[in-house]
Every structure is written in structure tokens, then in C-alpha cells.
């Protein structure tokens, strides 16, 4: 049995130790999965801001696509005009504020190079606008001159610049016309530099990918063709030219002037040029004609307009190194009016364009991310915030430019202390688990040990019984066959021979009843019938049954009764307890010198007491629970010399438990034990209402 245990048990641990090793790579295959999810979430997160801010820049560029090319004027005169009617003039609706959305500064540019915006005129800026908007329009007009005029050049023989901007170093700047071209040195190195700074970012750790938004690219848009009356676009187009013309003349004016303090003639042409140009009054606009007047032959009563679609332009300059990609972005469309060609656009608004982007990433931040939007091309990667890592980087790329978006875990050690926290949890439960087994295991080895002594004890039981039924069996057959031959003749010896069979059958009686009473117990059958008696009366009678086996062996029996009322208990139970009391002191107290028995019975507010005390060994202390076990018997059994079966005390401690009492061993003085049985048997008031009440143990 203990080879089948120990094979069992190894099974069970090997079985352990497997599922723990496999719960192991579980944890480890679920930090794995934490990793993949979350770097999965932050990849959701980039393609949903990039799909945010394409949305916005598609609307804004469809919106500015439609913007009709009047609104860069000044004044405009509207498509709904009748003909043959005075022209209205309308104020531009762009005219109130440079920022319009991501779209900053709007301008044209003039065939003769000259730029004009919705704001104020030439002559309005040159007169001295006092107003903060003033102010703000010179300076984009100033850098529209110094940056973006010499970044744009021709595939054609084209317009250019006149006098005037040549004398300001653009005579080598050509008007775009098909086609616009940058100087890319400085963007290369920021690129290289940029480059370099991603890849020290991807070697820390996080991952990164590009995202394309072409929504500022010409590929996303389409040219538009539009048909005006001639009069209409002459009248626009003329109250356009008039402010250039005057202001050609009097830059050129300004020149002559200056030559002429050098040169006394060229001073004289100059004064006498001069009133003229600037009293020569404004032509109506109905008279003016951008693409000859109506009326010339061979003209029609419309004129097509192409506006092409917006192209966008990175001009390098010491204004734009703070910029986001590297430079000023201007977004540049060709608007052909017949033979004439203009060139209209705006400078984007980058300081608006990272906060709608810092919106869309803010709007679509997860719990635990955050941002950081890279906006110096060639920086240094400088951690903003102590402990946040780097996670992801998108890059947003507009075809021109790239925008780097950092995408940063606020705490990086999450998914280390969520799976630090579920190892504790698996160490924690395979520690219980482990400790269950081996209790379990512990507990089957005793189950199996406690197994083995019990069937021990029952092979004892068994042995015991037989001997205990074979020794009175023995004396009554011996007897019966003497009298049944008629060898007694003595009639003394014959009422002996009486007396000892009738002794060996009460001790036959006795064990039967015990191992009859144990079975029922066992099997819990075994009934109670309680009812109202004398207990010392009960215990008398049982005294007197054992006086002569107590004097056969040399014992006497005192009674010390005490004062009890009348009180509800088994008789047969009580019965049995003292004569099982009674039988234990005469087996176990033969060698000692005083061989008197001593019953008393004392009562309390509780308990009916019972004691039998004898003056033997008495029972050791280790052993006095052990006692009252079943089959249990002090001593090995090849060698004992008492009688017995081991069942006598067990019955004693059950039939005490039924009637709700306790049995404990005390020693004797000098020497002995005191068996003291508490019976919590019922008062009469306690059995009105059930007086023959049973109990199934």
C-alpha cells in the first residue's frame, strides 16, 4: 500500500510542477501580449490623429480651393451684377483678419510682381497704418518680398519684376508660372539631423511609422474652370491694376527722384512727371479692362478663368528655423485670366496647425499616454517629462515636411507591475496550491496510516473477541458436560458450577451488548429512550450484579451516594457505563494492594456525576484520550494480559455524548484513576412536553 501511495504521490507532484511551469510561460506569454496590445493601441491612436487632422486639412483646403480668386483683393465686384449697370464694389470678406483658420496673410501676386493683399493698399501701408493690423500686414508683405519672390522661378520666358524690385536685389527672381522650385541645402541637413535623432530614438526602444497626410498636396486636388462675364472680371481685374500702377510709378518716381539730386536733368523730368502721376484721377472701373475692354472685336461676352490648385512651397529662412519643417510654408495657386496670370496664396498657419494637431492627439489620448509634438527640425530627443519613455513615433508627413508626434507611456513600468502584480498572484496561488497538495498528500498518508492501524486494531478487535467468547464458551461447555454425565455429585459443587455458568453467560451478555451497542452506534441506529428515573438506584442494581465478579477477583465495591432528584436518562445507556466502568477497574487494578472499588454520584445546578474509582497504575496522561478510541488497548496485544476488546471506554464516552455530558480520567491519591462521567440529563420540566423523547446517535 505504501509503494501505491508513493507512486501516486510523485504523479501528483510531477502533475504540480508541470501545470506551474506552464502557468510560468503563461505569464511571461501575457507580458508579451501586454507589450503587442499596447503598442497596438498607441498605433491606433497615431492613425486615428492622423486621420483627425487630414479630415481638418481636407476641409480647409476644399474650402480655400472654392474660396472664388476675387477675395484677394481689396475691393471686389460680385458675379450677380447685371449688365450695363453701375459695378458695385464690395469689401473683401478676408479683408477683417490675416488668420483665417490654418490660412495666414492671404496675397496675390501681380503679373509685375507687385503683391496685393485684402487688407490695406499699397498706398494705405506707404501713407502709415496706425492700427496693430497695419503693422502685422507690412511685416508679411516684407517677407513675402525677402523670402518667398526669390525662392519662385520659370520654366518660361515669362513676367518679371520690374525696376523697382530689381533695385532691391530680385532682379534674378522669375515669377512661377507652371512650375515653383526651392532651395533644399538647409532642409537636407535638418533632414539628415532629424534622421539621425529618430534613429537614436529607435535605438531607445520605440517603435515608429509613417503616416502620409497629402492633403495640402496638388495630387489630392483639381483645377477649376470658371466662366465670367467680361465686364465683370474687367472690372475686378481694373480695380486691381490701378493701386499697382500707382504704386509702380511712384517707386519708380522714388528712383528718378534719387538720381535726380545726382543729375540735375533727370531731377527736372522727374518733377515735371511727377503731379501728373499722382493727380492723374482713377479710371471708372467699368472702364477698366484686364483682358481687353468689351467692346474690342473678336472678343466674347465671357472670359474663362482657371484657377489651378494650391501647391504648397517650403521657403528655408532665418525666420523659419523654428518652424516645423524647417521653414515658412506658403500654399501657392495659378490663376489664369485669359492671357493674363496671377499667382494667389497664403502663408500656413503652423502655430495653428500644432494646435489643432495637439487637439486631435489630446482628443484621442488613451488612459496612461500623453504627447509630445517635435517642432524644432535637428533637436536634440530631450525627455520633457522625468520617467515618460517613448513608446511610439509617428510621423506625420505632408509631402513637404514631416511633423514627428511622440507618443509617450506616463508610466512606463505599468505593464511591469501588472505582470509583477499577476506573478505575485500566480506565486501566491501555486504556494497554496503547493501547500494544499502537500497537505492533502500528508493528509492521505495519515488517511492510509490511521487505515493500516485501524484494520490493525480490528484484527486485534477480532482476536480479542475471540478469545473473550472462547474463555467463557470453554467453562460453559466444560460445565454443562459434567452435569449432562452426571459426574457432579456434590451438591455444593453443583450449585458452584450453576453460579459460574450463570456468570459466564452475564459476561457473554455483556460483550455481545457492547459490540451490539458499537454497531449501532457506528451505523447510527443506535436509539435512546429517555425517561424519568432514580439514577443511584439504577447504578445500585448495577453494583449488586457486579459484586460477586468483583469479589471472584478479589475486589470489594463501596457505594458513596449522593442526595439526586429524579431526572431523565437511559437506563440501559447508564447501565452499561458502569458496568464498563466497573469492568475496566477490576481488569486493570489485579496487582494492586488495595482492591476496593468505589462508586459515587454526586449532582450539581448542570450535571449528574458519576465516579468509579480504583487504586491500580492508573492511566498515564499521554494516554487518557486515547482510551477512549475504539479498539484502542494499552499494551501490544501478543503480549497483554488483560482481557478485553477496546470497546468498553469508547461505549463509555458515547452513551456520556448522548446525554450531552463529558467523561474525563482524574488520578487517584495515593494511587489510581478516577473515571468521572457528567450526565446533563433533563429535569421533569424539561420532558412536559416530550417525556418519552428518543435520540438517535
Known amino acids: 500500500m505504501y509503494l501505491r501511495l508513493s507512486i501516486l504521490s510523485a504523479i501528483i507532484l510531477a502533475a504540480v510542477c508541470g501545470l506551474s511551469w506552464l502557468g510560468y510561460r503563461a505569464i511571461e506569454i501575457r507580458a508579451q501580449g501586454l507589450e503587442g496590445a499596447r503598442l497596438g493601441q498607441f498605433a491606433e491612436v ?23 480668386w476675387t477675395d484677394y483683393q481689396y475691393y471686389y465686384v460680385p458675379e450677380n451684377v447685371v449688365a450695363d449697370q453701375q459695378m458695385p464694389l464690395l469689401r473683401s470678406p478676408l ?12 496675397f496675390q501676386i501681380e503679373p509685375e510682381g507687385t503683391i496685393v493683399t485684402p487688407y490695406y493698399r499699397q498706398e494705405q501701408l506707404q501713407q502709415g497704418g496706425q492700427d496693430e493690423q497695419a503693422g502685422k500686414v507690412d511685416a508679411h508683405l516684407n517677407n513675402i518680398r525677402q523670402n518667398l519672390l526669390p525662392a519662385l522661378s520659370s520654366t518660361s520666358s515669362g513676367f518679371k519684376f520690374p525696376s523697382s524690385v530689381s533695385a532691391k536685389s530680385y532682379a534674378s527672381a522669375k515669377l512661377a508660372l507652371d512650375s515653383f522650385s526651392v532651395d533644399t541645402k538647409g532642409l537636407a541637413k535638418d533632414q539628415k539631423v532629424a534622421e539621425g535623432k529618430e534613429q537614436q530614438t529607435q535605438a531607445k526602444g520605440g517603435r515608429k511609422k509613417q503616416y502620409t497626410i497629402d492633403s495640402l498636396q496638388e495630387a489630392s486636388q483639381q483645377a477649376q474652370v470658371i466662366n465670367q462675364p467680361r465686364s465683370i472680371v474687367a472690372s475686378n481685374v481694373a480695380q486691381n491694376t490701378e493701386p499697382v500702377q500707382q504704386q509702380a510709378e511712384r517707386e519708380n518716381a522714388a528712383v528718378l527722384d534719387e538720381l535726380a539730386r545726382q543729375h540735375d536733368v533727370v531731377q527736372a523730368r522727374i518733377a515735371q512727371s511727377q503731379p501728373a502721376q499722382m493727380q492723374q484721377p482713377a479710371q471708372p472701373p467699368a472702364q477698366q479692362s484686364a483682358a481687353g475692354g468689351p467692346g474690342e472685336p473678336g472678343q466674347t461676352e465671357t472670359v474663362q478663368i482657371r484657377i489651378e490648385p494650391f501647391v504648397p512651397l517650403v521657403v528655408p529662412s532665418q525666420a523659419g528655423q523654428q518652424s516645423v519643417f524647417g521653414g515658412q510654408v506658403f500654399l501657392l495657386r495659378h490663376v489664369q485670366i485669359e492671357d493674363r496670370h496671377l499667382l494667389q496664396g497664403f502663408q500656413l498657419n503652423q502655430k495653428r496647425l500644432i494646435e489643432e494637431i495637439k487637439e486631435s492627439a489630446e482628443r484621442f489620448m488613451r488612459q496612461g499616454m500623453t504627447f509630445e509634438l517635435v ?8 525627455e520633457s517629462d522625468a520617467g515618460k519613455a517613448i513608446s511610439y513615433t509617428a510621423i506625420l508627413d505632408f509631402g513637404f515636411g514631416d511633423l514627428v508626434l511622440k507618443l509617450k507611456e506616463i508610466d512606463p513600468a505599468w505593464i511591469a507591475k501588472q505582470i509583477s502584480q499577476i506573478r505575485n498572484w500566480y506565486f501566491s496561488i501555486i504556494t497554496v496550491v503547493l501547500l494544499a497538495v502537500m497537505l492533502a498528500l500528508g493528509s492521505l498518508w495519515l488517511a492510509a496510516r490511521a ?6 486494531k480490528k484484527d486485534d478487535f477480532i482476536s480479542a473477541v475471540s478469545h473473550e467468547l472462547r474463555t467463557p464458551l470453554t467453562s460453559i461447555r466444560m460445565y454443562s458436560e459434567m452435569l449432562e454425565k452426571n459426574w457432579v455429585k456434590s451438591k455444593d459443587k453443583l450449585t458452584e458450577y450453576y453460579k459460574s455458568m450463570r456468570q ?3 459476561r457473554l451478555s455483556r460483550l455481545i451488548e ?29 453494583v449488586e450484579m457486579m459484586t460477586p465478579y468483583a469479589a471472584e477477583n478479589g475486589f470489594s465495591i463501596r457505594k458513596e451516594f449522593g442526595e439526586l432528584t429524579q431526572a431523565a436518562f437511559d437506563r440501559d445507556a447508564v447501565t452499561q457505563i458502569v458496568v464498563n466502568l466497573l469492568d475496566n477497574a477490576i481488569k486493570y487494578a489485579r496487582s494492586a494492594e488495595d482492591k ?7 449532582s450539581d445546578a448542570q450535571f449528574v456525576t458519576i465516579e468509579v474509582e480504583d487504586h491500580g497504575p492508573g492511566v498515564p496522561h499521554r494516554q487518557r484520550k486515547k482510551v477512549f478510541e475504539q479498539f484502542y488497548r494499552c499494551g501490544c496485544e501478543a503480549t ?7 470497546l468498553g471506554l469508547a461505549l463509555v464516552k458515547k452513551f456520556t455524548q448522548a446525554h450531552n455530558g463529558f467523561v474525563e480520567i482524574l488520578t487517584a491519591k495515593p494511587t489510581g484513576a478516577i473515571f468521572r462521567v457528567a450526565l446533563a440529563a433533563p429535569r421533569p420540566a424539561q420532558l412536559v412536553a416530550k417525556p418519552q423523547a428518543a435520540r438517535v446517535q
Open 375 to 382: 517642432q524644432t527640425p535637428g533637436a536634440e530627443t530631450v
Open 514 to 542: 457492547n459490540v451490539l451497542d458499537f454497531s449501532r452506534i457506528q451505523r447510527g441506529r443506535k436509539k435512546y429512550a429517555f425517561s424519568l428515573g432514580d439514577i443511584n438506584a439504577c447504578i445500585a442494581e448495577v
Open 596 to 602: 476496593t472499588i468505589t462508586v459515587r454520584t454526586r
Open 640 to 646: 497483554r494480559e488483560t482481557a478485553g476488546t477496546g
Open 451 to 456: 487505515q493500516i492501524k485501524l484494520a490493525q
Open 95 to 106: 479683408g477683417d483678419r490675416l488668420e483665417n483658420n490654418l490660412a495666414y496673410g492671404n
Open 46 to 68: 497615431a492613425e486615428q490623429i492622423r486621420q483627425d487632422v487630414k479630415r481638418k486639412l481636407d476641409e480647409f483646403m476644399q474650402r480655400e480651393q472654392q474660396r472664388p
Open 504 to 506: 459466564e453467560s452475564e
